[in-house]
Structures are given as C-alpha cells and as structure tokens.
C-alpha cells in the first residue's frame, strides 16, 4: 500500500458526460501527479500540484483540468467524454516541488469506461 | 522532449533464470531513472531506481545499471520467482521536469 488513495475505483458514464476524479496524496506529501494509463499509449503525465499550485504540465487536452485543494487532495475533473477517454487515471505524490530528488508513489488507479 | 523506448514488450523466463529489460533514453540531460513494477489492477509500485552519478545498483535480486555515453540503463531480476510476473517500466527524468515512461514489458514466469 503506498500510502495514496484515489476514488472511484471504477467508473462507467456515456460520452459526452463529465466525472470527477478524486486523489488523497501520502500524509505529507505536498506534490500531486495525475497519469493516464491507456493500452496504445502507456503511462502519460497530464499534469502536477504542489501545494495547491499548478506546477507541471504534460498531455493533458483542454476537456481536462484539475486542482489541488487545500487539505491538499486533488481533483481530476473529465468533461465532454469521449470513447479515447476511456483509460486508467492513476494519481502520484512526493514530498517536495523539485520531485526529481524524490520519488513519486502512485495510487490504485481509477478505471474510466466511456460507452 | 524526453522520449524513452522499452524493449522487449513481453519476456518469458523460466523460473530461477534471470530476466533482463533495457531502456534507451533520449535526452542527455536527464539524470534520474526508477523502475516501476505494476501488478494487475494496482498502481505502479517503485522498485529501483539510479541517479546519473551512479553506474549500478543493487537490491537483493534487483540491479539496474545505466550507460550514459549511450543513454541506456537496464533492470536486472535474478533467481526470478513467479511473483515478480508484472509489468516492468523503465522512466527519466531531467531535474524536477516530469517523469517519461517507456511502454512497459510484461514479464512472465514459467514455473
């Protein structure tokens, strides 16, 4: 267990619809990482928190955005769902801004299915 | 940017032997490598991982070794066992920029 949970475990909605992805980062960890996870395309960064502050951007489309909340919980929020959307949505966190000295520790995963 | 190839994409061993996975790695500058261990229907899992000042490293059955003339590391398993049937990553990264991950290899261990 590392120590990061994320909710749902499991999510089926239909395209066009919007959800809410929620992350609770390691007691401590003030960095949140938020990954996608599809078959053809591997594990893509979309973007990082730290201390509620947008740090980093990757991949991530213009449908998609998230935040960091005070109590330093995180939000994915997936709007105008598409069929392409559907993927693992993974959330990571490490101790500090400059996460290259630390390692980052990924929680279970939340599996989006868009029919 | 970054952009990092993982080859193979499936290994099969026999149990006992050993298991090697190599990551290529494009950008010269990046100075830290982990590798993440996913079992099915979990996270990634750090296993090991190499900061460029250093050319090997060991954990029990676990080594990765990196080559940064030609921008390559590897993850070695020896004595494999059928638990450490998983998905294996390979990443780098510059500084604090983000984390590029290879496309994974599942390895399979044949009992």
């Known amino acids: 267990d590392s120590g990061v949970t994320q909710t749902p475990k499991h999510l089926i909605t239909a395209t066009g619809q919007r959800v809410t992805l929620r992350c609770s980062p390691r007691s401590g960890d003030l960095s949140v990482y938020w990954y996608q996870q599809s078959l053809d395309q591997g594990l893509q960064f979309l973007i990082q928190y730290y201390n509620g502050e947008e740090r980093a951007k990757g991949n991530i489309l213009e449908r998609f955005s998230a935040q960091q909340f005070p109590d330093l919980h995180s939000e994915l929020n997936l709007s105008s769902l598409e069929l392409g959307d559907s993927a693992l949505y993974f959330c990571?966190?490490?101790?500090?801004?400059?996460?290259?000295?630390?390692?980052?520790?990924f929680g279970p995963g939340t599996r989006l299915t868009v029919l | 940017g970054e952009n990092v190839e993982q080859h193979p994409s499936t290994l099969s061993v026999q149990e006992g032997d050993s298991a090697v996975i190599k990551c290529t790695y494009s950008?010269?500058?990046?100075?830290?490598f982990p590798w993440y261990k996913q079992e099915l229907g979990k996270g990634p899992q750090l296993i090991i991982d190499i900061r460029s000042n250093v050319g090997e490293k060991k954990d029990q059955r676990i080594a990765v070794t990196l080559n940064k003339t030609a921008k390559h590391f590897s993850l070695h398993i020896t004595e494999t066992q059928p638990e450490d049937s998983a998905v294996y990553f390979c990443?780098?990264?510059?500084?604090?920029?983000?984390?590029?991950f290879g496309t994974g290899t599942r390895l399979t261990i044949i009992p």
């Open positions: 990443a780098a990264r510059f500084g604090n920029e983000k984390l590029t």
């Open positions: 950008d010269s500058a990046s100075n830290y």
């Open positions: 990571a966190s490490s101790t500090q801004r400059l996460a290259g000295l630390r390692e980052q520790f």
